[in-house]
């Protein structure tokens, strides 16, 4: 059965830093692009990062570009996101997402249950 | 970057009605759209891809068509299990990008 389990989330001062991962199973991981998306409390989703199945390319949204990275370790079957130079905007549950395929023209097909951020001082 | 705008923000209807929600991108996706529901504390869900094909598991009474810019997700006959908030995604193009959401509520 496939799981996607977020871990790293936290309360963090402004300007801090903070990895989270998410553990995958039940697939093969390795042959499937990623993304992480974030819910603030009470708005919508918002897509921030996409990576390919090989971690050769990543992609952002303006919002994050430049202080947040994707990265994926296909032999422990884990997604990354490292944020750092975080602001009190930031704070939402993040979402691990797989892709439908290994290609940027995929579809989100499975979600993990999320992780809260919370960027307060 | 591609914007959606997903209409109305919320609604109401009865038990049995049928429910229609549009999404507008701000210049041509094809048909690279799903739609996601997401109940209450719980993570999104897949309902459509391609804009037209059903996930796996969705019931049969969820369908979405439209093409280009234009697109809608229909609830055939609203059941009390369909309280939920929907969105668009667009796949088309990076950055992608979601809808704002519509919040269905029973009459």
């Known amino acids: 059965q496939l799981q996607l389990v977020e871990s790293g989330g936290g309360v963090v001062q402004p300007g801090g830093s903070l990895r989270l991962s998410c553990g995958a199973s039940?697939?093969?991981?390795?042959?499937?692009?990623m993304h992480w998306v974030r819910q603030a409390p009470g708005k919508g989703l918002e897509w921030l990062a996409f990576?390919?199945?090989?971690?050769?390319?990543?992609y952002y949204v303006d919002s994050v570009k430049g202080r947040f990275t994707i990265s994926r370790d296909n032999a422990k079957n884990t997604l990354f996101l490292q944020m750092t130079s975080l602001r009190a905007e930031d704070t939402a549950l993040y979402y691990c997402a797989k892709d439908k395929t290994f290609r940027i023209k995929g579809y989100i097909d499975s979600w993990g249950q999320g992780t809260l951020v919370t960027v307060s001082a | 970057d591609i914007q959606m705008t997903q209409t109305p923000s919320s609604l109401s209807a009865s038990v049995g009605d049928r429910v229609t929600i549009t999404c507008q991108a701000s210049q041509d996706i094809t048909n690279y759209l799903s739609w996601y529901q997401q109940k209450p504390g719980k993570a999104p869900k897949l309902l459509i891809y391609?804009?037209?094909d059903l996930g796996t598991g969705a019931p049969s009474r969820f369908s979405g068509g439209g093409s280009g810019t234009h697109f809608t997700f229909t609830i055939s006959s609203l059941q009390p299990e369909d309280i939920a908030t929907y969105y668009c995604h667009q796949y088309d193009n990076l950055p992608f990008s979601f809808g704002q959401g519509t919040k269905v509520e029973i009459k």
């Open positions: 990576i390919r199945h090989d971690g050769s390319h990543e």
């Open positions: 391609d804009a037209s």
């Open positions: 039940g697939f093969s991981f390795r042959n499937y692009a």
